[in-house]
């Protein structure tokens, strides 16, 4: 109250600039920094992926490598023995001839052991198996050819509609 002679004065005032306050130090665990822990979690993260590559990538690929390894090896031993027998005993193995499916065989001996007369059967049938094959090649090639051929006829018959079957699969697709 004014009559007690009471005032009020507001002065706005800086507060005193206290200059570089230091961080407080915080004792450090093991003698390391910040810095070393985030290095270690880094090197902590990079050895546990590398490990899950190793275990779900590496590892199937090596085991899928190592079981198909002794299959090939296994049937290249058998022919490899088998062309041994087979030059022992005086009989050589030849190819399938470009003929109509006989199979001769030079120099061969008519007292020959059975694994060399198995050897002679498996590459007969081999041969006709493989004659076989190429002959379905050439039948599928050649319908391939005649539908490209009648594809080509067509679309030289009838060049409007063939464009318009075009863009219409450029703009669907």
Not at 131 to 141: K, P, R
Request: aromatic share 4%; glycine share 10%.
């Amino acid at each position: 109250k004014e009559e007690r002679g009471d005032r009020i004065e507001v002065v706005n005032m800086r507060f005193p600039d206290p200059g570089e306050v230091p961080e407080p130090e915080l004792p450090a665990f093991l003698g390391l920094k910040k810095a070393d822990y985030f290095r270690m979690a880094e090197i902590g993260v990079l050895a546990i992926v590398s490990l899950l590559v190793i275990l779900l990538v590496a590892r199937p690929l090596v085991s899928r490598l190592l079981a198909a390894a002794p299959d090939a090896a296994s049937s290249v031993a058998n022919a490899v023995g088998q062309i041994a027998a087979a030059t022992k005993t005086g009989g050589v193995i030849t190819g399938p001839s470009s003929g109509g499916g006989e199979h001769p065989h030079v120099g061969q001996d008519d007292d020959m052991s059975p694994s060399v007369a198995a050897a002679q059967a498996a590459a007969r049938a081999a041969g006709s198996e493989f004659e076989a094959m190429l002959d379905l090649a050439s039948i599928e090639n050649q319908a391939k050819a005649a539908s490209m051929k009648k594809v080509g006829e067509l679309v030289q018959d009838n060049p409007e509609e063939a464009v318009t079957i075009i863009r219409g699969w450029l703009h669907n697709g």
